[in-house]
């Protein structure tokens, strides 16, 4: 159960939240405050409530499925390793620059495009780069994880992150952007250095490998081949070996076709080294094959597929930054006729304009490429089916805490205890308290895994409590950012238990390695907090 600790500190949040409708009363917030009783939750709505979020959610769900299944299908090709191994064999020494960029980037994005979970596209991907530079899965994951925290908490102009809060508070926006941005940059900066720290701490004396997950050999076994032009080797690694044949000389002196076409042709050298395959990495990484395979299609897929990522999701629009370029182009599109007929409407069918796509739009691009890539390396369909059943197999666990997660937003939805627990505590003091702020912020977070529940559950109450509008503008700060650093550490965190789940990292090894960044980042929020109520 060790490498599905993750789920089973889900399955454990569901049960105590499940005691909690028994213990406290039922109250919602409609125009006024409205007791219910209790709602307490029984035994069939324990198994109900995942299937009910399934029916709400499972779009999250299929989505986490199908990038898995994509990486199988990249998994099944070799040339996809050596397009890792040569990025890696790039950044040669840089390994510490490339963490940062990678920690700004998937903030940045989260901060602006709203990309907490789109950003999965590329996480198997992230993944494998940090653990090919030698790093472990706690530094892949400090990265992932507390980049997109960072992104939430310093969320800037991610609209439909921050649409309830900009509703309940009446706020713009570009409220304060500047105080965003500044939590944005700090945040990072706290990051990198606990990071970097961690790093330094697990290092040898003798080089750059991590101690904990230090580098091992893996025999290698070497095969020469002669005809009567050339001599090739093949080097296969034990587990490579269960994935293809290994090459066999024919009567005339000739090498046999590899069983998977995406190998290498007969002429080509396959040579394979010891193993850079450390304890626990091996199912993140591709099969070692250093050949003579072209990249240039990975190079061009991934740019391409990043930079249609990043202009899918910046708000351009309304209620971002009010460009209208591709709302317009999106309807000429759809408008366009050959000979009289709309020949892209119907080809395309329903399709959002660039600042309005959701993650299940990116599916159709992540389909196109993955079979370009199966056309170009020659990939059989027998090896494209075995490789998606492989990738789903891997992304199962990330995709059944997903359910679980939304399954404890359906209870707290459906059983809703939540807001007795707000009530009392803001009924200590009177007016705007930083104190009992933060906590219901805290609290609401804890409960409510999606943003825009987190500030539904609370904020059209909160306003009645807090008359004072010229306090509201610091509320939103403190409960975007609360909400970002919660999703931190909250067993309710999609984005933390997706990946530990997927990384195979518990989460008491995770606590154990982020508690002194998650400490450090929530005294500089309480700091720039009471800044902000002093001014």
Not at 15 to 24: A, C, G, K, R, S
Not at 321 to 349: H, Q
Not at 518 to 531: D, E, K, Y
Request: net charge positive.
């Amino acid at each position: 159960m060790k490498k599905h600790n993750a789920i089973k500190a889900v399955l454990i949040t569901l049960l105590l939240f499940t005691i909690l409708t028994w213990i406290f009363p039922a109250a919602i917030f409609s125009g006024e405050y409205v007791e219910q009783g209790r709602v307490q939750m029984g035994l069939f709505d324990l198994f109900n409530y995942p299937l009910t979020s399934i029916s709400y959610f499972g779009y999250i769900v299929l989505f986490i499925v199908l990038v898995g299944g994509f990486y199988g299908i990249l998994y099944k090709i070799p040339a996809y390793r050596s397009f890792l191994d040569k990025i890696v064999a790039k950044v040669s020494g840089k390994e510490k620059v490339v963490l940062a960029i990678t920690m700004i980037l998937l903030a940045v994005l989260t901060s602006i495009c709203g990309l907490q979970i789109g950003l999965a596209i590329f996480v198997p991907f992230i993944v494998s780069l940090i653990l090919l530079m030698g790093y472990d899965k706690i530094v892949a994951a400090l990265t992932v994880v507390g980049s997109i925290g960072v992104g939430l908490a310093g969320t800037t102009y991610a609209y439909n992150n921050i649409a309830s809060l900009l509703s309940a508070l009446a706020l713009d926006l570009d409220y304060e952007i500047g105080i965003r941005f500044i939590i944005l940059v700090l945040g990072l900066i706290l990051l990198m250095f606990n990071v970097f720290m961690y790093i330094k701490k697990n290092k040898t004396k003798k080089g750059d490998k991590l101690e904990k997950n230090s580098i091992k050999k893996v025999e290698v076994k070497e095969e020469v081949i002669e005809d009567s032009n050339k001599t090739s080797k093949k080097a296969v690694t034990s587990k490579a070996a269960k994935t293809s044949k290994t090459q066999k000389s024919t009567k005339k002196g000739k090498t046999s076709k590899n069983n998977n076409k995406a190998a290498l042709k007969d002429e080509d050298i396959i040579v394979v080294k010891e193993s850079v395959v450390a304890d626990g990495k091996e199912d993140f990484v591709p099969t070692i094959v250093n050949s003579k395979h072209k990249i240039w299609p990975f190079v061009i897929g991934f740019i391409l597929l990043f930079i249609l990522l990043v202009l899918a999701f910046i708000p351009w629009g309304e209620t971002g930054f009010g460009v209208k370029f591709f709302t317009e182009l999106s309807d000429n599109t759809r408008e366009f006729e050959l000979f009289g007929f709309p020949i892209f409407a119907k080809l395309l069918g329903q399709f959002n304009a660039f600042g309005e796509w959701s993650i299940t739009d990116m599916l159709l691009p992540l389909g196109l490429l993955v079979l370009i890539f199966a056309l170009i390396y020659k990939v059989k369909f027998s090896d494209i089916c075995e490789g998606f059943a492989n990738g789903v197999k891997k992304a199962l666990a990330p995709a059944f805490v997903a359910m679980l997660v939304y399954a404890i937003l359906v209870l707290v939805t459906y059983h809703p205890f939540q807001l007795v627990i707000y009530k009392a505590i803001l009924g200590l003091s009177k007016g705007f308290n930083i104190a009992t702020t933060s906590i219901v912020a805290l609290l609401a977070s804890l409960f409510n895994s999606d943003s825009n529940y987190v500030f539904n559950s609370v904020l059209p109450y909160y306003v009645t409590q807090v008359t004072n509008s010229d306090n509201y503008t610091t509320v939103g700060i403190m409960f975007q950012s609360l909400y970002g650093l919660t999703m931190l550490v909250a067993p309710t965190s999609l984005v933390l238990m997706g990946v530990l789940s997927y990384l195979k990292v518990s989460y008491k090894e995770w606590l154990k390695n982020a508690w002194k960044f998650l400490v450090s980042f929530l005294v500089v929020l309480l700091i720039l907090f009471i800044i902000l109520a002093l001014i």
